[in-house]
């Protein structure tokens, strides 16, 4: 297990680049659906705000902190939860909450305004989390991790195409609309591609060393999901509400979590390995969850 530490995910920098292109383009898409409506929506009703923030940004990066303090993985899979932990909700979970008949419209509002606060949120919770757990603390000592060179990425990643999509949205809403429906399946495609390119030049990495995060990726995303049903159900909310809050809080936006990945960290071995399997086990479990709650109305 030591050894998963110091191993390394290959991924050259001409591949680097377009996944930072890549994830710039989906999040413009993403954008381009977002309207200053969204953000007041939510501001008309502080109880979702608050439910929404305090599971995605407070309470998930918390909890995964005190469930590695229990456990205590190796700290380069420590590393991988608190990044996903960190990192806002997924744009799928908007067509999960679809899916599972949940509150759409707040799925979105939430997506929009996570999207946002993660600007802030998602450089200051990992290097909080990763400093406060001597361990990861020692590994971004190592790889001299500057907060700044973080936030300023993010900012590139998520600021700068939220705000250019949302003001193409807002000046011409036609054009936006159309550009979105190409742009988001057009964007996710290529992602995913880039991503699946990784783990076939890396099937001999991935093939030795996936059952270390296995089990573990899988409970951290149920205990992400029911986090964020069990705080909606404590402030209660609707049942529709319920199940949009546990999807936007299950459904992690793993792919900026790989780009930092590579960027700082280089392809770290159990980081990369931990935030790749939970990209697509999300996938499976949101799904999974969409169907079940499909048929569920109470």
């Known amino acids: 297990m030591q050894e998963l530490d110091s191993v390394k995910i290959n991924f050259d920098s001409g591949g680097l680049w377009i996944l930072n292109i890549a994830l710039a383009v989906v999040m413009f898409g993403v954008a381009l659906g977002i309207t200053l409506n969204d953000f007041k929506n939510l501001i008309k009703q502080p109880?979702?705000?608050?439910?929404?923030?305090?599971?995605?940004?407070?309470?998930?990066?918390?909890?995964?902190?005190?469930?590695?303090?229990?456990?205590?993985?190796?700290?380069?899979?420590?590393?991988?939860?608190?990044?996903?932990?960190?990192?806002?909700?997924?744009?799928?979970?908007?067509?999960?909450?679809?899916?599972?008949?949940?509150?759409?419209?707040?799925?979105i509002s939430l997506t929009a305004f996570a999207t946002f606060f993660a600007i802030f949120m998602t450089p200051f919770n990992f290097q909080f989390?990763?400093?406060?757990?001597?361990?990861?603390?020692?590994?971004?000592?190592?790889?001299?991790?500057?907060?700044?060179?973080?936030?300023?990425?993010?900012?590139?990643?998520?600021?700068?195409?939220?705000?250019?999509?949302?003001?193409?949205?807002?000046?011409?809403?036609?054009?936006?609309?159309?550009l979105s429906k190409f742009l988001k399946p057009f964007s996710i495609f290529i992602f995913g591609a880039i991503v699946l390119m990784a783990f076939a030049n890396n099937l001999d990495v991935f093939s030795v060393y996936i059952h270390h995060v296995l089990l573990l990726g899988i409970s951290h995303n149920i205990i992400a999901i029911l986090l964020g049903f069990m705080l909606a159900r404590l402030f209660k909310?609707?049942?529709?509400?319920?199940?949009?809050?546990a999807i936007e809080t299950g459904i992690q936006n793993s792919g900026l979590g790989l780009l930092l990945i590579f960027t700082f960290f280089n392809g770290l071995g159990g980081m990369a390995i931990l935030v790749a399997f939970w990209g697509i086990w999300h996938i499976i479990s949101g799904l999974l969850l969409a169907f079940y709650w499909s048929g569920k109305e109470k």
């Open 47 to 107: 109880k979702l705000v608050l439910v929404g923030v305090m599971s995605q940004f407070v309470l998930l990066p918390l909890v995964t902190f005190l469930v590695i303090m229990l456990i205590k993985p190796q700290p380069s899979i420590a590393l991988g939860m608190m990044m996903v932990a960190a990192c806002p909700g997924g744009n799928i979970s908007n067509f999960m909450t679809y899916l599972a008949k949940g509150n759409t419209a707040l799925s």
């Open 129 to 178: 989390y990763g400093s406060l757990y001597q361990p990861t603390s020692q590994i971004l000592k190592d790889v001299a991790l500057n907060p700044l060179e973080l936030l300023k990425l993010v900012i590139l990643i998520l600021g700068i195409p939220l705000f250019f999509g949302m003001l193409i949205r807002f000046y011409t809403e036609a054009v936006a609309i159309k």
């Open 237 to 245: 909310l609707s049942f529709k509400n319920q199940k949009t809050i």
